[in-house]
């Protein structure tokens, strides 16, 4: 496989370290917004959504934004490895493209903004970051839903806030979640503690992609479980105080595992990089596993060889559609574990 800089396919912050970037892989900020005088997705006719990604799509087109050029989608217009990617780089969710027709994504050039249209709700304003970065995602959303709302009229009530399609959104209409990655509390076990513990003070745990998904190479969504009567500063400040305890217990078990158990730790991760770099056959979820186990070597600096930001765009690369994009191929699902294990090889390798 000749290397090429596959890095231009994902977004430009999966790009960057970001602060805290050892534990926290990346900050979004979502807006649930609807527009007033058309049913809810779920009670609205063709018509209806079609007329309302249609004044969607003219708002984003006659306002500027302050966030440069935007592409416009039409999901139904794109095929299936198209989808998947969008999902894959966590531009919408799984949900957002079962049932294509009616819908529009509208993402700009460096894909950290996104806007689904027609998914629960007729908008939702989308703005991710590298790393531990709350505050800047909440002013980049909050700077496109002010754009936006110059020429769009939000449903609002004086009581109730933004009005959404699911209660638990009525409010601010905000979910603010950071992406992180826990190794050693899952290594030690602790991992199931912690997670019930941020549940019982208003936080909602997730995977990979959101709801309803599984949690892969030991990566993990936190977000706020109200977006009612609070604001969006509170909200925000309570999931980043929230976040830097997780923080710190994750960086105490690191470094207490350094300390009493260096040797099996390092064998182990080790081990992991060098089944990366010599595996012909490598799964989804074993990829995202050993990859996991890499990264926290190289936080460690028991692995010197890979680049961080290199190991974080791998994260991203050898998942399914990503994968067929950078190969150029559409690749059978069962001979799609030789090509990631050569895309990973081939990787590392450059990186060296």
Known sequence: MEMNNYSLILPKWVSKEGEAGDVVLSSRVRLARNLKGFPFPNCANNQ?????????????????????????????????????????????????IDEPEYKWLIVNEEQSISLMVNEEDHLRIQAMASGFAVDFSLDLANKIDDCLEESLEYCFDENCGYLTTCPTNLGTGVRVSLMLHLPCLTMVEQIKKVLSALNHVGINVRGLY????????????????????????????HLKSVCRQVIEQERNVREALYKESRIQLEDRLCRSYGILTEARLLSSE???????????????DMISTVDKVK????????????LQKVTGQEIKSCERDYYRAQLIRDYLRKSE
């Open 311 to 322: 190991l974080k765009e791998l994260m991203f690369l050898s998942r399914a559609a990503l």
């Open 210 to 237: 959101g709801e309803g998904t599984e949690s892969y190479g030991n990566i993990y969504q936190i977000s706020n479980q109200i977006t009612l009567g609070r604001s969006e500063e509170e909200l925000a400040g």
């Open 286 to 300: 074993e990829a995202l596993k050993l990859l996991s186990d890499v990264k926290l070597g190289v936080e460690l």
């Open 48 to 96: 209806q959504l079609s007329e309302i990604g249609k004044t969607i799509e003219s708002a984003v087109q006659i306002e500027n934004c302050h966030a440069g050029h935007f592409n416009i989608l039409r999901v139904k217009d794109i095929d299936s490895i198209e989808r998947m990617m969008l999902v894959e780089k966590h531009l919408c969710s799984p949900q957002f």
